[in-house]
């Protein structure tokens, strides 16, 4: 390999071409269970959830920001369960919250999870893993707007499992959710 890679044309397309490697190389992010985790695209639309703190891929400095396409592309979930909140049962589009936080490379024990009203809740990493939470877009086949819970609403599959019905988790279904904080 050749130091002088910005010399001549031949020598600089050789450059040029470890660069671009390197660059490749770089774009890349190895997980620490030695998965490959793709780069993060910025947001075309208005961010609607940031993740930061414990993850491995970001798209900025405040972590790694997903407009509503970029979550969309991740997957979307149907749950239809009752909520403490509602009458009836309701069905939920959304993305799993563990698709979001295996995206960005998550590690941590907890995530801290923050309204638009700056309400904060800690929840157990335990609970994406063992359950379909559902980072909920949609109420009914309606987008959920801020005066409604929206944009963003986590919503437990409380009908599915009884231990999910316990009002102490009532305080996790956090609704106008802005940002996860992995730690």
Do not use: C
């Amino acid at each position: 390999m050749s130091l002088n890679i910005w010399t001549s044309g031949r020598t600089f397309r050789t450059g040029w071409q470890i660069l671009v490697g390197l660059a490749a190389t770089t774009l890349f992010v190895v997980s620490a269970f030695g998965q490959t985790l793709e780069p993060l695209p910025a947001p075309a639309g208005p961010v609607i959830l940031t993740v930061a703190g414990s993850i491995e891929v970001t798209n900025g400095n405040a972590g790694a920001a997903f407009d509503r396409d970029m979550l969309y592309a991740l997957g979307i979930s149907e749950l239809t369960t009752s909520t403490p909140w509602t009458d009836g049962t309701r069905v939920f589009w959304g993305v799993l919250a563990r698709a979001v936080l295996d995206r960005v490379g998550a590690t941590g024990a907890t995530v801290l999870a923050s309204a638009l009203n700056d309400y904060t809740v800690e929840i157990p990493m335990e609970d994406f893993e063992t359950y379909d939470v559902l980072l909920a877009t949609e109420m009914d086949g309606e987008e959920m707007l801020v005066s409604d819970k929206g944009p963003i609403w986590i919503v437990y599959p409380r009908d599915s499992d009884s231990a999910l019905q316990d009002r102490r988790l009532h305080d996790r279904w956090v609704w106008q959710l802005k940002a996860l904080q992995v730690r």
